[in-house]
């Protein structure tokens, strides 16, 4: 059964403290995200990665800190800098879109983060 | 820089009527334009897509959505209206420079009543 496995759906974040939400895909894309929605503020991109051991920050990738180590996996760390880090967090992954660029992107379940 | 905007919040329809979900965009060169939905606390799913030519698309569940260049448009349309469509939806344009992320309009929630 292909697609992208976010977990855990709910987590709890106290302050101060670092956590890491995980992405993995069997789609075999080499293009991921993670986008942060927000209410009324649609998805914003946080980072995206084309390539193995190759990311890029996004619009607002400031508190935030990602790996590539493998082509599956993609996990996000909210860091302790994150000052706002309540939100719900979507990971996507495509073709990259330079081969394709009417490529859809195809999306996790999310993770709803909640600070305490 | 390239922008999609929904400018309806929220669009009421009774159950039956058409309804339409509308989205303008700007983008310089040629649009890839999408439309997804999403349902409460779930992940985006992909709706269509618009393909070059091709003004009216058809998509899942019986939406389709109409490409109108003039207009910079893309509204998403669906002749009958389910209770179950009853969701939010995010219209995106990939940009055609540099990484050509996907990005975001800010949702319209469409409530379908019986």
């Known amino acids: 059964d292909g697609g992208i496995t976010q977990s855990p759906k709910y987590l709890f974040r106290k302050e101060g403290q670092n956590v890491t939400l995980s992405c993995e895909q069997n789609?075999?894309?080499?293009?991921m995200y993670w986008y942060r929605q927000d209410p009324g503020q649609g998805l914003r991109l946080i980072y995206y990665?084309?390539?193995?051991?190759?990311?890029q920050k996004g619009d607002i990738a400031e508190g935030y800190s990602v790996s590539r180590e493998k082509k599956e996996s993609f996990p996000l760390t909210v860091t302790s800098a994150q000052k706002n880090p309540t939100a719900f967090y979507l990971c996507?992954?495509?073709?990259?879109?330079?081969?394709?660029?009417?490529?859809?992107?195809?999306f996790g379940q999310g993770t709803r983060l909640t600070v305490v | 820089a390239q922008s999609v905007a929904q400018p309806e919040d929220q669009v009421n329809v009774a159950e039956g009527n058409p309804l339409t979900v509308k989205c303008t965009y700007s983008?310089?060169?040629?649009?890839?334009l999408f439309w997804y939905v999403q349902y409460p606390n779930r992940g985006l799913q992909f709706l269509l897509k618009?393909?070059?030519?091709?003004?009216l698309v058809k998509g899942s569940y019986g939406f389709e959505a109409e490409f109108n260049k003039s207009q910079t448009s893309f509204h998403l349309k669906k002749p009958s209206a389910l209770v179950s469509d009853s969701a939010l939806y995010f219209c995106?344009?990939?940009?055609?420079?540099?990484?050509?992320?996907?990005?975001f309009g800010t949702g319209t929630r469409l409530l379908v009543s019986p």
């Open positions: 789609l075999n894309h080499d293009a």
């Open positions: 990665s084309q390539i193995v051991n190759d990311f």
């Open positions: 995106a344009v990939r940009s055609n420079t540099g990484f050509q992320k996907l990005v």
């Open positions: 996507a992954s495509s073709i990259v879109p330079g081969q394709k660029s009417n490529t859809e992107a195809f």
């Open positions: 983008v310089s060169g040629n649009p890839y």
């Open positions: 618009y393909i070059t030519g091709d003004n």
